[in-house]
C-alpha cells in the first residue's frame, strides 16, 4: 500500500473528531493543520516539525506563505490536476494571499471530488469539492514513501 493510500486510510479515522484550534489528536480535537499532522505522526512515527502556537488569523498577519513553504519541505509536489485521493491539498482564499487551509483529498463519490478536512465549528468530515473550493486550491501535495 502506498503511503498516499495510507495516509487517506488514517484520514478516514478522523472524521467526526470535533474542530479545535492548534489540536492534533483523533477523537480529542484538531484543525485542518492538526488533521495532517495527525496522519504524518501515525505514517511516520514522529512530527515533520512542530508549528509553534499560532492564532486563527495568523495567514493574514503573518508574512510569506508558512503553510505552502512548509508543505513543499515535507510533501512531493503533484502537478495541478492530477491529485489522487490520499494527497494534500492547501487553499488559499484570495489570489494573492498566502494558503490557509488544508485538507486531504478523498475518493469521490457519485456527485464528484470530496474532501476530508477540518471544518472549523464543526468537525473533521468528508465533504463535495465543490468547483468554489476546488477553484482555490493554491497546490496539491503527496505524502513521501519514506521520511
Do not use: K
Request: charged content about 25%; hydrophobic content about 35%; aromatic content about 8%.
Amino acid at each position: 500500500m502506498s503511503a498516499r493510500e495510507r495516509a487517506l486510510a488514517v484520514a478516514r479515522t478522523f472524521i467526526g473528531t470535533p474542530y479545535r484550534h492548534q489540536g492534533h489528536r483523533r477523537g480529542v480535537g484538531c484543525d485542518c493543520l492538526g488533521l495532517v499532522r495527525g496522519v504524518w505522526r501515525e505514517l511516520y512515527g514522529r512530527e515533520s516539525e512542530a508549528p509553534g502556537p499560532y492564532s486563527p488569523d495568523w495567514a493574514e498577519t503573518g508574512r510569506g506563505d508558512p503553510l505552502l513553504e512548509a508543505a513543499r519541505r515535507h510533501f512531493v509536489s503533484v502537478a495541478a490536476g492530477d491529485g489522487l485521493p490520499g494527497d494534500l491539498v492547501l487553499f488559499r482564499w484570495r489570489d494573492a494571499g498566502p494558503a490557509r487551509h488544508c485538507g486531504l483529498l478523498d475518493e469521490p463519490d457519485e456527485s464528484g471530488a470530496r474532501l476530508i478536512h477540518a471544518y472549523q465549528g464543526a468537525s473533521v468530515l468528508s465533504s463535495p469539492l465543490t468547483p468554489g473550493w476546488a477553484g482555490r486550491i493554491a497546490a496539491t501535495f503527496r505524502f513521501p514513501d519514506e521520511v
